[in-house]
C-alpha cells in the first residue's frame, strides 16, 4: 500500500499538511496504534481536521468527532475537487462503507491528495481481489 502511494504521489516534501509513514506529533497524543498496526498516512490540518490511515483503521477527526473505521469496510470513496481548483487547500473525502454508513474527513488537495486517494484505492480494489486470492476455507 505504502508503495503504491509513493510511486503515484510526486512533490513530497512542499506537502504542506500530510505526511507519509509517520504520524503528526498532535496525534500521537490522542491515538494510541494496536500492536502491528502501522501508519500509512497522516494529515493534520487543525485540532478539527485530520485523520490517520494505518495498515487496519481509518481514523479521522472532524468538527470535534472522532471516528476508527477497519479498512476492508470502505466499498468506495469519493474526493470531490481534489486537484484543488480555485485555490481551494483542502477538500472532503467520503467514505462510504459496505453497510451503507459514510465516514468524512478533510484532506490536503494537490499532490497530496494522492495519498489518501490511493489509500482507499488499496481498500476498494487492491485488498478485495488480495483477499478473494487467498482462498480461505
Known amino acids: 500500500m505504502l508503495h503504491s502511494i509513493h510511486k ?20 500521537r497524543e ?19 481536521r485530520w ?10 477527526g472532524l468538527a470535534g468527532y472522532m471516528t476508527k473505521t477497519p479498512g476492508p ?20 473525502m467520503v467514505l462510504q462503507l459496505h453497510d451503507g454508513a459514510e465516514v468524512h474527513f478533510d484532506f490536503e488537495t494537490g499532490f497530496a491528495s494522492m495519498a489518501p486517494i490511493y489509500y482507499t484505492r488499496y481498500w476498494t480494489l487492491k485488498f478485495p481481489a488480495l483477499f478473494k486470492g487467498l482462498k480461505f476455507p
Open 8 to 27: 503515484s504521489s510526486m512533490n513530497h516534501t512542499a506537502w504542506r499538511y500530510t505526511r507519509l509513514d509517520t504520524i503528526h506529533d498532535e496525534l
Open 30 to 48: 490522542i491515538i494510541t496504534l494496536e500492536q502491528g498496526e502501522m501508519p500509512i498516512v497522516s494529515s493534520y490540518i487543525d485540532s478539527d
Open 51 to 60: 485523520y490517520l490511515l494505518t495498515s487496519r483503521y481509518v481514523w479521522s
Open 73 to 92: 469496510n470502505i466499498a468506495h470513496s469519493a474526493s470531490g475537487n481534489f486537484k484543488g481548483f480555485g485555490q481551494q487547500e483542502t477538500e472532503r
